[in-house]
């Protein structure tokens, strides 16, 4: 079992830049690709970004790219999305997300339904 746990989210103006952390609970978080997703009001959750269980090679939706970086520590079972040039788009519950053996781009591709673990999200609203 993994339970995740995401902080970080708040108020930020648009331009600025906030760091979300998830905080996973398990002896087995380094066996787990890791990712975020977010949820606009009134939309489908999507995907963000993703990183494989060696922090190597991360993978971004074309929409957040050049704009996050997705990186983890095992050691600490965190992983983190530190998002710069934020717009008012951005605004969302952003949701971190566990998938085990599985590829950075795959767990882009999935369903919601196949991730193994989600945590509660936290929020980021980016104003105008």
């Known amino acids: 079992q993994v339970q995740l746990v995401e902080s970080g989210g708040g108020l930020v103006q648009a331009g600025g830049s906030l760091t979300l952390s998830c905080t996973a609970s398990?002896?087995?978080?380094?066996?787990?690709?890791m990712g975020w997703f977010r949820q606009a009001p009134g939309k489908e959750r999507e995907f963000v970004a993703a990183?494989?269980?060696?922090?190597?090679?991360?993978y971004y939706a074309d929409s957040v790219k050049g704009r996050c970086t997705i990186s983890r520590d095992n050691a600490k079972n965190i992983v983190w999305l530190q998002m710069a040039s934020l717009k008012p788009e951005d605004t969302a519950v952003y949701y971190c997300?566990?998938?085990?053996?599985?590829?950075?781009?795959?767990?882009?591709?999935?369903?919601?339904?196949?991730?193994?673990?989600w945590g509660k999200g936290t929020l980021v609203t980016v104003s105008s």
């Open positions: 398990g002896r087995t978080f380094s066996l787990y690709t």
């Open positions: 990183i494989g269980w060696t922090g190597g090679s991360p």
């Open positions: 997300a566990a998938k085990a053996f599985v590829s950075v781009q795959a767990m882009g591709a999935l369903g919601l339904d196949d991730m193994d673990y």
